[in-house]
């Protein structure tokens, strides 16, 4: 796939490297670049072998020092481990991004409409066009939240989407994240390292700048106060330096420069929420909350939890406090409910999607049950309430004694999984070793959503690293890279 | 400031000084040790373990090299050196936001440092290891408490991280002066001997004092003025004047800024503690009961971290919204 006269670099870099059907971010062709990779290309070739080795040690070992970890559940406590990373950028043209960037600001419209309306008058529940018992049968779906008024009825103030690019190219959504979404921070620090390990680089595209993400989020969240509550003390509720986004939150709260509160931080009296401070109790107005909705209230929602504040929801339902994230917002992002966002965006805006949807099987439907089931083989198969790539099959890389006991699962509980066919994720280049070579990625730009919406030119892209692999979950063995925007 | 953030920062604090106060002091006396016989090493380790409190499940076996292992790496051992920075820095971790990179790099690396496997695999009784291993230690908390200062604002945090150095430095130095009262000052009219010489140098470098004491009396140890230079001294950070002094300093600090009206039991119990340092002389001190004085001086330490306690950090709702 070399180009006629490639350079030493490139022939030594990109000897292994390997196209096939799935797009690859880097080459349109076998040795025909898409031009915004040429001056990277370029740059490369200009620098002294070891180089590019040597300046992803010096990134690696940064993170390192700098702590920006994140934990590992379910191995020994307190593993903790840098996200790998890894050096070469993913370059999104303009062009791209403006139809990313227009497609998500319509779908998080439509999903809020749509979570102001089930837990209000339900109009589409009644004209029939997501069925009820797709929405009620949820285990997100908060009772508690029906006929609750939030602040400029936004529900989901954050959000991060995933996207993955089909073999021709066509951004898609794979994944909506309503609740808690992570990750910003990585998105956040992997630019910083960027630009020191690789300035020249950087500055000779025009890259969009992220930087005002922390400041757009703080504006965000401050438009969400509750009425009159002009200088709003807003706080970001962590559940502790245990969970394994302790970094992050840390890292925005400090960005924004407000208050990281645990659970044990916050007291409710008169339906009113307090800090404990060194001069006493301070009234709290926005809580950025990073705690699941289980987990939140004891009172109201799970009673062994630790991690929340006992009388929270009824202070949020005084008014007196506002949540961002709303309660409930994971009902919409159900991975049965994500069948119907088309639908749904049909509905209330009447408009077509502008990103569209992976094709989805329903396993309540018999007609596609019988179907899923008889290509287990070929198909990805996601228990539906579960994030973080865990709870998946996928079909072409499983064993006939996984696919055995997909099926039973989802012969039990039908509505707890859907079906997607394997698709391959595009491929960007990575550096393996001294080498250059394509792995699959994805993308989750962040999107703001408060007194208008903010769509950050960028976000994290996210790298299964280990060759052939489709799961990007840092969990899982992924790694991350900074995702450059261009301005033209 | 948040509760939890202040009570963070103090034991991050308190965890570091413990740290560098438990490594200078092997540091001391595994160097000192080598001048000894091997009859008065009982007496040198029991004294030292005195000093560090008698922490549980530590004992004297007979073999420095093994107490050494003992007291870095055992993290069974909450007094050991490594336990002290793990917790340290663990509580340094809850508090990421609000320490300053810098702070939280220096912590975090001397941590990365002292936690290599291989480095508990490779610490066999070996005399020159520890050493150097125990210089690296304490160079670190040296850059940590630099940064600290340069870094970091001087407001309500810091100040919390002064209140924690200075009450555990004080506590500790109260502790490592009366075990070395048997030695030093149980007989008045004692006639020194040769060994003598050996404890008030230990004594005097366990406080890095050494150089600072012969500037004030030149190199002529005796034990009364060791007495007064490491507890009354005004300008010398570790002495025990300027450890209160300076935990004083900072409750007034923290006291103006919180704005609090109930201050008042902790503004008494250190300001007491502060006139009785500043006014006491040597003489009466070692014509009384010199342990108890010691042991009064730890247990007004004690009275001012519940006060601490019971004014910021662990309050009652009740009275915090009454008042």
Same mark, same amino acid.
């Given at each position: ?79 903790? !481990? $840098? &996200? @790998? ?6 370059? /999104?043209?303009?062009? +791209?991004?403006? %139809? ?95 630009? !020191? $390990? &690789? @300035? ?6 025009? /890259?969009?700048?992220? +930087?005002?993400? %922390? ?97 929270? &929801? ?14 409930? %917002? ?159 | ?323």
């Amino acid at each position: 796939m070399l180009p006629a006269q490639a350079t030493q670099f490139e022939r030594e870099a990109l000897k292994n490297y390997l196209l096939d059907h799935a797009y690859d971010e880097m080459f349109s062709g076998t040795g025909v670049l898409h031009p915004h990779y040429e001056p990277l290309l370029e740059h490369f070739s200009s620098l002294p072998t070891d180089e590019l080795r040597r300046r992803k040690q010096a990134a690696d070992l940064s993170f390192l020092n700098q702590g920006i970890t994140f934990t590992v559940y379910g191995r020994d406590e307190g593993t903790e !481990r $840098i &996200f @790998p990373y890894d050096p070469v950028p993913r370059i /999104v043209t303009a062009n +791209e991004w403006a %139809t990313v960037e227009r497609g998500l600001a319509q779908r998080i419209t439509a999903l809020n409409l749509f979570l102001k309306d089930i837990y209000n008058e339900g109009r589409i529940l009644k004209d029939g066009v997501v069925p009820r018992e797709i929405v009620y049968s949820c285990k997100h779906f908060r009772r508690q939240m029906v006929g609750l008024q939030v602040p400029r009825n936004v529900y989901v103030a954050v959000c991060g989407t995933d996207l993955i690019r089909m073999a021709d190219g066509e951004f898609v959504v794979l994944e909506d994240n309503l609740r808690v979404p992570s990750g910003v921070s990585y998105m956040l620090t992997n630019r910083r390292v960027m630009k !020191r $390990i &690789f @300035p020249q680089l950087f500055r000779s595209y025009n /890259v969009r700048p992220i +930087e005002q993400y %922390t400041q757009l989020l703080l504006g965000t969240l401050r438009s969400l106060a509750p009425e009159g509550r002009p200088e709003p003390n807003i706080v970001l509720l962590s559940p502790g330096v245990f969970n394994s986004a302790y970094f992050e939150h840390a890292y925005l709260a400090r960005q924004m420069g407000i208050e990281l509160v645990e659970g044990r931080d916050l007291v409710t009296h008169n339906n009113v929420i307090y800090m404990r401070t060194t001069s006493g109790l301070r009234r709290v107005d926005v809580i950025y909350r990073r705690v699941d909705d289980d987990f939140i209230d004891p009172m109201s929602f799970r009673p062994d939890s630790i991690l929340g504040v006992a009388g929270l &929801f009824n202070a949020y339902r005084a008014g007196n406090v506002t949540l961002a994230n709303a309660f409930g %917002t994971g009902v919409a992002d159900d991975k049965a409910l994500y069948a119907y966002v088309p639908d749904i965006i049909h509905y209330y805006l009447s408009e077509d999607p502008i990103l569209p949807n992976v094709k989805t099987y329903l396993l309540t439907d018999p007609k596609s049950r019988q179907y899923v089931l008889a290509n287990l083989d070929k198909l990805v198969v996601k228990a539906v309430g579960e994030s973080g790539g865990y709870g998946m099959l996928i079909g072409p890389q499983s064993t006939a004694a996984e696919r055995e006991e997909f099926a039973r699962r989802i012969q039990a509980d039908p509505r707890n999984y859907i079906a997607q066919p394997t698709i391959s994720f595009s491929r960007a280049p990575c550096l393996i070793g001294d080498q250059l070579e394509p792995r699959h990625v994805d993308l989750r730009p962040y999107i703001l959503y408060g007194e208008k919406i903010n769509v950050v030119p960028g976000g994290l892209t996210r790298v299964a690293l280990k060759q052939g692999s489709l799961v990007v979950n840092s969990s899982q063995g992924g790694g991350s890279k900074d995702t450059w925007v261009l301005s033209q | 400031m948040l509760s939890r953030v202040a009570d963070s920062l103090y034991w991050m604090s308190r965890y570091i000084e413990r740290a560098e106060h438990t490594t200078r002091l092997l540091d001391v006396n595994l160097n000192l040790m080598l001048d000894e016989s091997a009859a008065s090493a009982d007496r040198r380790w029991q004294r030292m373990l005195h000093a560090l409190g008698n922490p549980k499940s530590v004992v004297w076996a007979g073999d420095p090299y093994d107490l050494t292992r003992s007291l870095i790496f055992d993290t069974g051992n909450k007094a050991s050196i490594l336990s002290c920075i793990i917790s340290a820095r663990e509580n340094s971790r809850q508090v990421r936001e609000q320490i300053s990179t810098e702070q939280w790099q220096r912590l975090n690396s001397l941590f990365l440092q002292v936690t290599r496997p291989e480095l508990q695999l490779a610490a066999p009784a070996n005399s020159e290891q520890p050493t150097e291993f125990l210089q690296q230690v304490i160079e670190a908390i040296h850059q940590f408490q630099g940064v600290t200062d340069s870094t970091m604002s001087h407001g309500e945090g810091w100040h919390f991280i002064q209140v924690g150095r200075y009450i555990e430095r004080a506590t500790a130095t109260a502790l490592l002066l009366e075990a070395y009262h048997a030695d030093l000052w149980s007989q008045p009219e004692h006639v020194p001997e040769g060994n003598e010489y050996l404890f008030m140098m230990g004594l005097l470098r366990s406080a890095t004092a050494f150089e600072a004491y012969c500037k004030v009396y030149t190199a002529d140890l005796t034990p009364d003025r060791i007495l007064e230079f490491l507890l009354l001294d005004a300008e010398f950070p570790h002495s025990l004047r300027f450890a209160i002094d300076n935990l004083q300093h900072a409750l007034e600090s923290i006291d103006n800024e919180s704005g609090k009206s109930r201050a008042e039991p902790l503004r008494r119990l250190s300001g007491r503690l502060q006139a009785m340092l500043s006014y006491s002389s040597v003489d009466e001190i070692l014509t009384g009961d010199v342990v108890a004085y010691l042991r009064g001086i730890q247990i007004e330490c004690r009275a001012i971290h519940e006060a601490i306690y019971n004014l910021y950090i662990d309050y009652s709702v009740q009275a915090a919204l009454a008042g």
